[in-house]
Nanobody, 115 residues
Framework: QVQLVESGGGLVQTGGSLRLSCVAS????????MGWYRQVPGYQRELVAV???????NYADAVKGRFTVSRDYAKNAVYLQMNDLKPDDLAVYYC?????????WGPGTQVTVSA
């Protein structure tokens, strides 16, 4: 089992920045990928960014050039630096980890962007 806890969400004005953090605990040695999804009420959860175990990253088109995902393997952590935030980025952001063919989720952190 892998447990995930996010932090860093909040309220920010359009054009502002936030940094989300997520720390994993439990069976962290088997984690392969870590990243972030987001969800708006009434819509499906969508991938925001992921860093694979080899260091390759992947981003949703909507956040390319604005968001940066990074991992700290020593701390079993993944981060999401979000710059130039827009009202469309308003969502609950979920950290996830892929391990042993299972996906583990954090409880989520709210990001609100005011116009």
């Amino acid at each position: 089992q892998v447990q995930l806890v996010e932090s860093g969400g909040g309220l920010v004005q359009t054009g502002g920045s936030l940094r989300l953090s997520c720390v994993a605990s439990g069976d962290t040695a088997v984690i392969i990928n870590m990243g972030w999804y987001r969800q708006v009420p009434g819509y499906q959860r969508e991938l925001v960014a992921v860093e694979y175990s080899g260091g390759t990253t992947n981003y949703a088109d909507a956040v390319k050039g604005r968001f940066t995902v990074s991992r700290d393997y020593a701390k079993n952590a993944v981060y999401l630096q979000m710059n130039d935030l827009k009202p469309d980025d308003l969502a609950v952001y979920y950290c996830y980890a892929r391990a042993r063919a299972r996906t583990f989720w954090g409880p989520g952190t709210q990001v609100t962007v005011s116009a």
